[in-house]
Structure formats: structure tokens, C-alpha cells
């Protein structure tokens, strides 16, 4: 019996389904339901009731389930010490970043790699935090906006500003807004959300400007880059914006309007504790994004 597949049965049971399991440890089905299945054998018990519809603990799998956790947490804490001791921390963590923000989280996460070269990162893009730390089995992902599911442990990083945006290009050929009432009659390109809703209204401190856009997308990268093209105004976070604002490429529009604040946090699911590396990873983006918001 070998400890991945106590790890692997935990999962299966945390995330509900063979196949969730196997999307969140980056295996095949059939890898995981022979790997229980063999499991079940070596115990000569069954651990689930298996239907089309959903997957339950059988008694046997709820005892052992239980008693499992204390086991796995264990031999986790130890591993941890032995890493303390030797002063190099290892191990793997899969964290969520917001889609096309690459750009500024990026450089952070090097710095943390020099630090630590042993830890592996797996980065994934995740537009939906709350759906994919357990679908994707994320150790942490970020969330812009209200929380929404308090079974999730959250950390405040900052709070983020949108920025009205332009190319100089854009400014030289159309002029610039006088006020933000001024917005509506500019080229604007705004964001759809994943769930086909359109962002066109634009939400200020004192006030809400509904836009009527020449363009849309769903990707943020897109809105950048036709920002710099000279095709529109947008109205981005300073996370998604601040390469081509240093580099000049983009420069404010009206900057003596403020935006509405949304809180930047830091999700990942209480299972029983968390690595040391991924606490390490944690504390350091904790500390540095703020730093260049």
C-alpha cells in the first residue's frame, strides 16, 4: 500500500468523483478508479457506493476516511520537519492566476523560485477561483470582488483601482475626455465576463457612465493590446495594465477620477492544513503585490 493512493482516495473523496480527482492530480480515470479499486481489494472492503449519478462513502469508506486524514496529515507534518531541518524547502504547488495577469505576477514569481529553487510551481490561469480550486485541485488562487463561499480561507492582499486608459495614439487622433460624462461619446472597448454578461457600465466613486462599445472580448490580453493599438478607451485594474503604463504605451485618462475600490484576496481551501511550501509562496505574494499596485 503506498501513500499516493491513500493521498489519491482522500482526493477522491474531498472532490467528489473519480473524474474530478483525476482533472486535479493531472492523472487518467482509469489510472484513479483501478488505483481504488486495488485499494478496496488490499482492505477486502468497499469504500464506495458507485452510481451514474454521484459517488458516497460506504461505512467502511467513511471510517476509514476519518481515521485516514490524521495518518496523511502526520506523515505530511513530518516530511515538513525533516524539510526544516535540512533548511531547503521542497514540494509542489498549484496555485490560480487571474487570465492575463502573467505580466505582473510573473517577475514575482521568479523571485520566489530563486529564493526556493526546490519548489515546483504548476500556474494555471483560472478566471472562476472558487470553481477551480477543486476542479483543477488548486493549493491557491486569486479572487477579485466580494467573497462569496466562506468554507474557503481568505486573504485580503490589496485593494484595486481601475484605471481609465488610452494609447497616445489614440489621445493624439480623438483628443481626451474633458469629464467622465465625456466617456460615452470616445470609442470604448469593454470586457465580457464568462458568463456572456457585458461590463458596460463603468463604476466611479461619484458616479456610474454606461459606454457603449465598439469593441468587446473576454480576454483582457485582447483589451490591452487593442488599447495600444489605438482602437479605444478602457477601464482595466492597475494589475492587468502596469507594463504598458511604465513602458508608455498606455497613459491615464481623467486621472483625477477615482474608481470604485475591489478587494484583491488570496483563496485556498482549509484541508486539513497547508504545506509549507505553499505557506512560504503565501507570505511572499502577500508581501510583493502590493509593492507594485
Not at 467622465?180 to 470616445?186: K, T
Not at 508608455?248 to 483563496?267: A, N
Request: one cysteine or more.
Amino acid at each position: 500500500m503506498r501513500l499516493d493512493d491513500l493521498k489519491l482516495f482522500t482526493s477522491v473523496v474531498q472532490l467528489g468523483s473519480f473524474t474530478a480527482a483525476a482533472n486535479a492530480l493531472d492523472l487518467p480515470r482509469a489510472n484513479v478508479s483501478r488505483r481504488i479499486g486495488e485499494l478496496e481489494k488490499h482492505l477486502n472492503a468497499q469504500l464506495f457506493f458507485r452510481t451514474t449519478r454521484k459517488l458516497r462513502l460506504t461505512q467502511h469508506g467513511e471510517v476509514y476516511y476519518q481515521e485516514l486524514l490524521k495518518v496523511v496529515e502526520g506523515i505530511e507534518r513530518a516530511q515538513e520537519a525533516i524539510d526544516k531541518l535540512d533548511d531547503k524547502p521542497v514540494g509542489k504547488v498549484k496555485m490560480g492566476i487571474l487570465p492575463d495577469s502573467d505580466e505582473a505576477i510573473q517577475p514575482i514569481l521568479a523571485a520566489f523560485q530563486q529564493q526556493y529553487p526546490d519548489i515546483e510551481l504548476d500556474v494555471r490561469f483560472s478566471s472562476n477561483s472558487y470553481h477551480d480550486i477543486y476542479e483543477q485541485g488548486l493549493d491557491l488562487a486569486f479572487h477579485i470582488g466580494q467573497l462569496q463561499d466562506s468554507s474557503y480561507i481568505a486573504r485580503r492582499i490589496t485593494a484595486l483601482s481601475r484605471f481609465l486608459l488610452a494609447s497616445p495614439s489614440y489621445i493624439a487622433q480623438h483628443g481626451m475626455p474633458e469629464s467622465v460624462d465625456d466617456i460615452a461619446n470616445h470609442r470604448c472597448i469593454c470586457y465580457r465576463w464568462p458568463d456572456g454578461s457585458l461590463e458596460d457600465t463603468w463604476h466611479f466613486t461619484d458616479s456610474n457612465i454606461k459606454v457603449f462599445p465598439k469593441l468587446s472580448s473576454n480576454s483582457t490580453n485582447f483589451i490591452r493590446r487593442s488599447m495600444i493599438a489605438g482602437q479605444g478607451l478602457g477601464f482595466l485594474p492597475l494589475l492587468l495594465a502596469v507594463s504598458a503604463l511604465e513602458s508608455g504605451e498606455l497613459v491615464r485618462v481623467l486621472p483625477d477620477y477615482q474608481s470604485k475600490l475591489e478587494e484583491l484576496w488570496l483563496l485556498y481551501p482549509d484541508r486539513h492544513g497547508v504545506s509549507r511550501a505553499t505557506r512560504l509562496l503565501i507570505d511572499h505574494l502577500l508581501n510583493e503585490i502590493p509593492k507594485i499596485l
